[in-house]
């Protein structure tokens, strides 16, 4: 599975690769061009095979193919509301074509990544936006300490410390001084 960052495919979770071809495409991204299968499935925006990538013309990336001794490949795209975020790839080291069962499957679980990408990038927005609710409610309650204190005391060290406490708290200071 790829996820696609700055206009090339991050490898974003594998099964049965090596470690030298994860290193190689995380060291050298696949761009979103032609010169891949996946990069076709995601201009095309629609599931792309290749029964054997050594007699494909378009296919440029032979350091990928001999890395993972790479022959049959297929790729579908990851489309967000039209989108393409991403895809998912498949390979064989012998040349034996994908059939149309496994093409639907492939079309079928892109789908599904698709949708958890979805879920993830709102569950952290969601958390992003609490965290902040937290961070002014935090605020706030200290601004109502700091006006309690003023309200109620007459000693302004009291005043002062407290407002200097709150405000080396909320700026995420180590330490702070009013003069």
Do not use: W
């Amino acid at each position: 599975i790829y996820l696609i960052e700055d206009g090339t495919f991050r490898l974003a979770s594998s099964v049965g690769l090596s470690p030298e071809f994860v290193r190689n495409v995380t060291d050298f991204p696949m761009e979103v061009n032609r010169g891949t299968v996946i990069g076709r499935a995601a201009l095309e925006r629609r599931v792309q095979k290749v029964p054997d990538v050594l007699t494909d013309t378009e296919f440029v990336r032979i350091d990928v193919q001999q890395k993972g001794g790479i022959r049959s490949s297929m790729s579908a795209p990851m489309l967000l509301d039209g989108e393409v975020v991403g895809g998912l790839s498949l390979y064989r080291t012998e040349v034996d074509p994908f059939s149309k069962r496994e093409e639907a499957l492939l079309e079928g679980f892109a789908a599904q990544a698709a949708v958890v990408v979805r879920n993830v990038h709102l569950v952290r927005a969601l958390e992003d936006r609490s965290a902040e609710l937290a961070r002014r409610v935090e605020q706030m309650e200290a601004l109502s300490e700091v006006g309690q204190t003023v309200g109620s005391s007459l000693v302004l060290d009291e005043v002062l410390s407290n407002i200097i406490k709150n405000a080396v708290r909320f700026a995420g200071c180590d330490g702070g001084s009013i003069m």
